[in-house]
């Protein structure tokens, strides 16, 4: 290979990098999507048409963000959301369940790596063996086998890991197709991406085997969350039902990495009582009559 042919093909791959690494952050955004959707719902009992019980965000560009969220919301109408209805409807749901199961386990090595990160040397040792296990006997991660062998998936990331450690989430943003975050988040997830194990292991996500990965894993997380985006059509404000999902999965999801226990709001509790409003008497009861 002649110097110009190699600096041709540095300049290439160079080029590839950045959306490489944009396509790795839709997928990891989506990703985050749906189950934050799922545990909206589940949380609230309710349908996500309202906003009962949606808690305060640190959300001070919320002027911004409301604009992001709607260049967002457009640009998955006309790019992202064909494509996934395209795959589900030539792709029969056992070999799409198939295809999730490849992509995760391609991302438990990163999982393993915040495990340590987190002090947390039993569960990465447990996600070690589901990863050697699924890539053998379960034919490259298209079966998970160790489910079956007492070994459940658990998630981690960076997020995960600063918030672990004490970092506080920061102000909420959105960006358009990286979709909901905070800044600790944001940080977390461009590292989640640049450290990647098997990306790295492969040569970078540039390579032919990183773009095609890539592109699997946004079209499988956004066929996932599909459900969740139509639930968002219903919603009174979508803006709002999205941010809630968002910091209410990822506050859950510190917790479980902290140890904290879990506090739900207890939806059969009676509301509580109203405070009597100003110049009315406590006791409305007649007076005794005097003798």
Do not use: C
């Not at 918030?163 to 977390?188: E, I, Q």
Request: proline share 9%; charged share 20%.
């Amino acid at each position: 290979m002649s110097l110009s042919d190699r600096d041709n093909s540095l300049s290439q791959t160079a080029n590839g990098r950045p959306f490489a690494a944009a396509g790795l952050a839709v997928a990891a955004s989506l990703a985050m999507f749906a189950p934050a959707m799922a545990q909206q719902q589940g949380v609230q009992g309710q349908s996500v048409g309202t906003t009962a019980g949606v808690e305060a965000a640190d959300d001070p560009l919320e002027g911004f963000n409301r604009g992001s969220f709607k260049l967002g919301m457009g640009l998955d109408h006309v790019i992202l959301a064909p494509i996934a209805h395209g795959y589900m409807a030539v792709t029969p749901r056992v070999v799409r369940n198939r295809v999730s199961a490849a992509v995760y386990n391609l991302g438990e090595p990163n999982t393993v790596m915040n495990m340590v990160l987190q002090g947390k040397p039993k569960q990465a040792m447990r996600s070690t063996t589901r990863f050697v296990v699924n890539s053998t006997v379960g034919v490259l991660g298209l079966f998970d086998v160790a489910s079956s062998m007492n070994l459940p998936r658990r998630d981690s990331d960076f997020g995960q890991t600063f918030g672990k450690w004490g970092a506080k989430p920061g102000a909420y943003l959105y960006v358009p197709l990286m979709g909901p975050l905070n800044v600790r988040d944001g940080v977390g997830r461009a590292l989640d991406i640049v450290t990647d194990p098997v990306s790295i292991y492969v040569g970078g996500f540039s390579t032919d085997f990183g773009k095609a990965r890539t592109g699997v894993t946004i079209v499988d997380v956004r066929s996932k969350a599909d459900p969740a985006y139509h639930a968002l059509k219903d919603a009174a404000d979508p803006y709002v039902t999205t941010r809630s999902a968002y910091t209410q999965y990822r506050e859950a999801f510190i917790r479980e990495a902290t140890g904290a226990a879990e506090v739900l709001p207890d939806f059969d509790a009676p509301p509580p009582e109203a405070p009597p409003p100003q110049g009315t008497p406590q006791d409305a009861s007649p007076a005794a009559p005097k003798p």
